[in-house]
């Protein structure tokens, strides 16, 4: 079995009951990642654990040059791709909040160049949201750079659009395209009288101190980018690709401690973006006509069961990579890998599934809980108001409220005790009045009255 070479550990003092459940986390995760670097003969993966504004656990496999056997360590530098989106969703973002951009206004105001063959006579303009959004319907690509690795510069793209066809009216369906980011970019220019480059350098990598982080450039310490491996054992070497015109797509260059960074700066306000802005960000707008992943600005984001994923996936010439994190515990992922056959995304949520969920465990609050009160068993009885009967119930030293009629016992609402004969309502969707206080009004000794919110029913038995 291929060893891990370098397995660096930051765990920042936990000192707390479930420390042993994460460093037993850890030794599961690293054994499953060794087995898969067998298994797949990958070259090297880098991955790390973020808690809120800590990078609280790196690990390193394999090697970042097979040639000359250097290994992978948190300090080595990745291609990061389609992250770069991510970077200038940002930058937009940020000059919104400087009231230098709208998201509804039509590209053309800022790019007054901009014009591409529609795929209705009579579509709406595309607006910088819908770049943002990936639903502008444009093409995924600007030309052939993928095959040929020759990226077109700014001036290239922009003489080759008015030649693209649209493949979808704007809003219609969620579709990914790179050429809508690099869009983007020129924006971000337009509205700032900065590069693209210069802007993320002194705007958002100098705040967060991302000081391994560059765009286009081939910087020391960086990963060599293997290809697919092929049937006689065999990976290609892939050359520096220099993304050009297409970099606010997919061109920077960064390492697992300063993705770190970025990511920590989703949880806390005013590092690089407002609260208002960042929530933006992280919430869906425009979903996959398959309904099960959706895009918010700049972010994808998946849901798992009861979890909610925000992240973004990145595939450039020889490197692969994925970032996750869980907006509510505030844990997130970073894998990097620099072989085009790994699936850093299954990684990623195996890394969470295990170092993630113990470190998030660890980190949530202990829920304050209110004891038990015998005398609450008076509550129950069935309650009558215009909008129909409902029934409150004793279930082993909690209440539920049952509305008389429904079609399944699924999902009851919970009454969550907060003292004083005062309860929670809570609910797993955000209709009725989930999360506001239900009481009771009493008389003569008796319960004769529910306050649901500023709603109530009587009790009728």
Known sequence: MLRSLLLSLCLVSLGRADEADIKGAQRLFTAWMEGQMTAKSLPGVVVGVIADQELVWTSSFGMADMASKRPMAAG??????????????????????????????????????????????DDPAITVEDLLTHASGLPREAGSHW??????????????LPE?????????????????????GMIVEAASGETWAGYVQKHIFDPLSMTASSVDKPVSGLAVGYGR???????????????????????????????????SAQFVRGKILSTGSLREMHRVRMMESTWTNGYAIGFSVKREKDKIYVGHGGSYPGYLTQTYFMPESKVGVVVLTNAADANPGDIAMQLLASVGDAVAKDRAPKPKTVSWDPSWSRFAGVYRSRSGDSQVVELNQRLVILSL???????????EALGEGKFRYTAPTGGGVVGEVVRFEEADGKVVRMFTGDSFADIIK
Request: aromatic share 10%; no cysteine.
């Open 76 to 121: 080595t530098k990745f291609r990061m791709a389609s992250h770069s989106k991510l970077f200038t969703a940002t930058a937009i973002m940020q000059l919104r909040e400087q009231g230098k951009i709208r998201l509804d206004d039509p590209v053309v105001k800022y790019l007054p160049w901009f014009q591409v063959k529609t795929a209705s006579p």
């Open 147 to 160: 095959s040929t690795l020759e990226f077109p510069t700014g001036a290239e793209l922009k003489n080759l």
């Open 164 to 184: 693209r066809q649209a493949a979808f009216s704007p809003e219609v369906r969620w579709k990914y395209s790179n050429l809508a980011y690099s869009l983007a």
């Open 229 to 263: 491996k092929m049937p006689d054992g065999s990976r290609e070497v892939m050359p520096f690709v220099d993304a050009r015109g297409m970099a606010a797509a997919t061109g920077i260059t960064s390492t697992v401690e300063d993705m770190a960074k970025f990511v």
């Open 405 to 415: 009629g429904g079609a399944t016992l699924e999902n009851p609402v919970r009454l």
